[in-house]
């Protein structure tokens, strides 16, 4: 694996399982009060019919799967980001020892803002009884915790990542750094597949899932992405992680306020 800096996200081969590591600990941290909870607490109460197995086993299976799916995700970030010049500034300061507080006070202003502008796109799904996440204080701390750092690891700094290096080897035949073109088209398209990706919740809460619900989830959640995705673009992915935290806590204020 090339070697740069390790602050602007690339680390040499024996220090890159320290980032894996890193990445995968802060996801899991989404990953664990989600399964254990969220899920048990808010969703399988919209499940009518019998288990076929164990509430328990059903919760351990579902945290071992998280587990795995958010490992290859952190995997493919940590490969491939140092290839097209995307970064993990804050966690890769934090594993090479150096300090990562100048490193985040240059995302801090990029997130908040990102996130203030897209907070009424998760305001509007639980409006709506869309999502779930929103409605109690114990579910907003999960919905930031889940949604601003497990799921910026996995679609952003890993399927974002893939379809930037994707388009950089095939489009540009691995030469310079990634176009703009490219950059966007794999934004966008990590967007829509963060949107759709929310389809099978809503189907779940909803019991079915009309137009109106599907063009909405797919929208919003796109448009949602698009801001999340360019600023790990342009700030590294400690951006698009607050953003969409921030985003989760104004949304849950303006819901409670409204």
Same mark, same amino acid.
């Given at each position: 694996m090339a070697v740069s800096s390790a602050v602007d996200g690339a680390t040499t081969e024996a220090s890159s399982w320290k980032l894996g590591l890193a990445l995968w600990i802060a996801g899991m941290v989404g990953v664990v009060p989600t399964i254990l909870f969220l899920l048990p607490a808010q969703l399988l109460q919209h499940i009518?019919?019998?288990?076929?197995?164990? %509430?328990?086993? #059903? !919760?351990?299976?579902?945290? &071992?799967?998280?587990?795995? *799916? =958010?490992?290859?995700? &952190?995997?493919?970030?940590?490969?491939?980001?140092?290839?097209?010049?995307?970064?993990?500034?804050?966690?890769?300061?934090? /594993?090479?020892?150096?300090s990562v507080a100048p490193v985040l006070r240059r995302q801090l202003w990029p997130g908040v =803002?990102?996130?203030?502008?897209?907070? &009424?796109?998760?305001?509007? +799904?639980?409006?709506?009884?869309?999502? /779930?996440? !929103?409605?109690?204080?114990?579910?907003?701390?999960?919905? #930031? @915790?889940?949604?601003? *750092? $497990?799921?910026?690891?996995?679609?952003?700094?890993?399927?974002?990542?893939? !379809?930037?290096?994707?388009?950089?080897?095939? !489009?540009?035949?691995?030469?310079?750094?990634?176009? /703009?073109? $490219?950059?966007?088209?794999? %934004?966008? %398209?990590?967007? &829509?597949? +963060?949107?759709?990706?929310? @389809?099978?919740?809503t189907h779940l809460l909803l019991g079915h899932l009309t137009s109106l619900a599907v063009v909405s989830v797919i929208t919003g959640g796109a448009l949602f992405g698009t801001v999340a995705g360019w600023l790990y673009w342009r700030y590294g992915l400690e951006a698009a992680i607050l953003c969409h935290a921030v985003s989760h806590v104004g949304a849950y204020l303006a819901y409670k306020i409204g």
């Open positions: 009518h019919r019998p288990l076929r197995l164990p %509430i328990g086993v #059903v !919760l351990l299976l579902g945290l &071992v799967q998280g587990a795995g *799916i =958010l490992a290859l995700f &952190v995997w493919a970030g940590v490969a491939l980001a140092p290839k097209v010049g995307l970064r993990a500034p804050g966690f890769a300061a934090l /594993v090479s020892g150096q =803002l990102g996130g203030l502008a897209v907070a &009424v796109i998760p305001w509007y +799904f639980t409006s709506h009884g869309l999502i /779930v996440e !929103l409605h109690s204080p114990g579910s907003v701390i999960t919905a #930031v @915790l889940y949604g601003g *750092i $497990t799921e910026e690891i996995m679609l952003r700094w890993g399927v974002m990542t893939v !379809l930037f290096w994707l388009g950089w080897r095939w !489009l540009q035949n691995s030469r310079g750094q990634v176009s /703009v073109g $490219t950059a966007w088209a794999a %934004i966008v %398209i990590s967007a &829509v597949i +963060f949107g759709a990706g929310h @389809l099978p919740g």
